[in-house]
């Protein structure tokens, strides 16, 4: 079966730097695109950052110029570093991703499979 790994996670005092990476195993043909989206407590799932198979990204208003994401196609990896971290980025950000993958003698899509989640607090 195909899933999405995520690792990377933890405790930053803001203005602190993490890198969160997430990998996708299985028996994967393609994968579209891949994205980061973050959880709050109390608040809506909303996307953070996305990257496209040909690396075109786009981000979340108030992570531009902090956060940077990018993927290693060959190994099947999307990474997102956080720089300059607030008490805001806090929550558990969850990898996404468009999934095309091998059943038996057929392909199968997954076009929303998501990570198990991985907790960021930034606090002091």
């Known amino acids: 079966q195909v899933q999405l790994v995520e690792s990377g996670g933890g405790l930053v005092q803001p203005g602190g730097s993490l890198r969160l990476s997430c990998a996708a195993s299985?028996?994967?043909?393609?994968?579209?695109?891949m994205g980061w989206y973050r959880q709050a407590p109390g608040k809506q799932r909303e996307l953070v950052a996305k990257?496209?198979?040909?690396?075109?990204?786009n981000y979340e208003d108030s992570v531009k110029g902090r956060f940077t994401i990018s993927r290693e196609n060959g190994k099947n990896t999307v990474n997102l570093q956080m720089n300059t971290l607030k008490p805001e980025d806090t929550g558990v950000y969850y990898c996404n991703a468009d999934v095309t993958y091998r059943f038996g003698v057929w392909y199968r899509r997954r076009p929303d499979l998501w990570g198990q989640g991985t907790q960021v607090t930034v606090s002091s």
């Open positions: 299985g028996p994967i043909s393609s994968i579209n695109a």
């Open positions: 990257i496209t198979s040909s690396g075109s990204t």
